[in-house]
């Protein structure tokens, strides 16, 4: 089925479920356990994801599986709180349609939002780290298959994956709270399990400082479709082997608990600086 045809299917059923046409500027993607800042937008209202024709289901733990509109900073937005993953065992292509259709809505930029694991030695647990450049590591693209032309461009320049001037701009009132914004590279694994050790001292030598299991195929879609890009990691722990201990989910979501505050008031930013 074509994508335009698509993109219509899923647009009626939320129409319906609205009340009216949703014209949000701004789309946001809530990585894990960062979904909660979605609750705060104001006339929120929230449509789960198994009723909206071609979205997938969220099987993620801290995904919650909802697409919410609302207003928030006084910008109509829409978000996704939680995403679909290729290890979830869903073609790459198909979890990166919420990214065409936001864009079928009218966003200009997308907000990208995920938990990584810090490989880089300077950053730490807790950090919030604006995505400036990415590696392939899960070699899956989203973009293999026929080309529909009138959505972008066969072979989509890869040349900057962050808004330069948005970066700056939200650069600059971080300073203004005296604030430095760390950039960095994520590396996309395709999970699920932890990276090992040697793939993390292997990801170090490639010039990787974070990594992580999503957002890579989001972002090649949100570049093929033209939109302005976003991405934040939080480091929610030491990539594997950088600390003598395990890896675990309860850790991942107990530091993007923690750093709720930070991670709200920079989102917060990013969507007013748009
Ligand atoms: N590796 C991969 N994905 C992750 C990590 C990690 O260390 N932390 C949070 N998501």
Redesign the pocket.
Known sequence: MPLSVKLKESLKVIEDKLGYVPKPKAGLIL??GLGYLADYFEDRVAISYDDIPHFLSSTAIGHAGHLVFGKFQGVDVVAMQGRFHAYEGYDVSDTVYPVYFMKSLGIEGLVLT?????INLEVEPGDLIVIDDMINMAFRNPLIGPNDDTVGPRFPDMSSVLDKKWFKRVEAREKDKGRTLKTGVYVY?L?PN??TPAE?RAFRTLGGDL????TVPEIIAARHCSLKIFGVS???????GVLDRK?T?Q??MDTANRVKQKFESLVRIIVEEL
């Not at 995920?114 to 810090?118: D, F, K, L, V």
């Open positions: 990585g894990s995920n938990a990584a694991g810090g694994c999970g932890y990276e993390i990594v992580g299991m999503s939080c480091v929610t722990n030491m990539a594997a890896l989910h850790e991942v």
